[in-house]
């Protein structure tokens, strides 16, 4: 798919509180689901992924759910601690080929100590 | 192991003065990436090469960016008479083949061009 809608493109939790980021796909066929988290000044770096035969994968505090149906996945933190405190983009493979990924706009999460 | 290197890190060049940006990938790795990241934003893409040849070169905003891969080696992304809106963190990943996979991110180049 060429086009992934990300939600919200900011966030502020308190911590200890629960952060959900939404993304919606547009292609059905799409099989591969990854979310990556940037720090300030840092490079990109995935945190958890799934793919389109699943429904659920957790890794700690950390999930990561996927609907078909609805074509949306989303990334669920909880307990969050300061250092969650980061960019998070999601992304989906390109329609172009399996290899090549297109990613969201990003959510920009603040944890309020 | 190691992972994605770029060089260099930081660069400085004056309006309209070529320059050239290189990545090394992971060995092994057969696909290569490179983004464009300018400040606050998102990623994107401009070009994409498995093995030496670049399958999608869509996202080259202009004429005057081009990128050479050695192999499944070495990358350089080069942008001649660079303008101001160049400016920007140029990021390089690489993945293995056979499907979507993780890409690993170098550290960046960050251009500034005056």
């Known amino acids: 798919g060429e086009n992934v809608e990300q939600h919200p493109s900011t966030l502020s939790v308190q911590e200890g509180d629960s952060a959900v980021i939404k993304c919606t796909y547009s292609d059905s066929a799409s099989n591969y689901f990854p979310w990556y988290k940037q720090e300030l000044g840092k490079r990109p770096q995935l945190i958890i992924d799934?793919?389109?035969?699943?429904g659920e994968k957790k890794d700690q505090r950390i999930a990561v759910t996927l609907n078909k149906t609805a074509k949306h996945f989303s990334l669920h933190i909880t307990e969050t601690q300061p250092e969650d405190s980061a960019v998070y983009f999601c992304?989906?493979?390109?329609?172009?080929?399996?290899?090549?990924?297109?990613f969201g706009t990003g959510t920009r999460l603040t944890i309020i100590p | 192991g190691a992972g994605v290197s770029q060089s260099p890190s930081n660069k400085v060049t004056e309006k309209g003065k070529d320059v050239e940006l290189r990545c090394d990938p992971i060995?092994?790795?057969?696909?290569l990436y490179w983004y464009r990241q300018r400040l606050g934003q998102g990623l994107e893409f401009l070009i994409y090469f498995q093995g030496n040849s670049a399958p999608d070169k869509s996202g080259l905003p202009s004429d005057r960016f081009s990128a050479e891969r050695t192999g499944e080696s070495v990358s350089t992304l080069t942008i001649q008479r660079t303008q101001q809106e160049d400016s920007a963190v140029y990021l390089c990943?690489?993945?293995?083949?056979?499907?979507?996979?993780?890409?690993?991110f170098g550290p960046g180049t960050r251009l500034t061009v005056l």
């Open positions: 990943a690489s993945s293995f083949r056979g499907g979507p996979n993780e890409q690993f």
């Open positions: 799934i793919r389109s035969n699943v």
């Open positions: 060995s092994g790795h057969t696909a």
């Open positions: 992304a989906e493979p390109s329609n172009f080929g399996n290899e090549k990924l297109t």
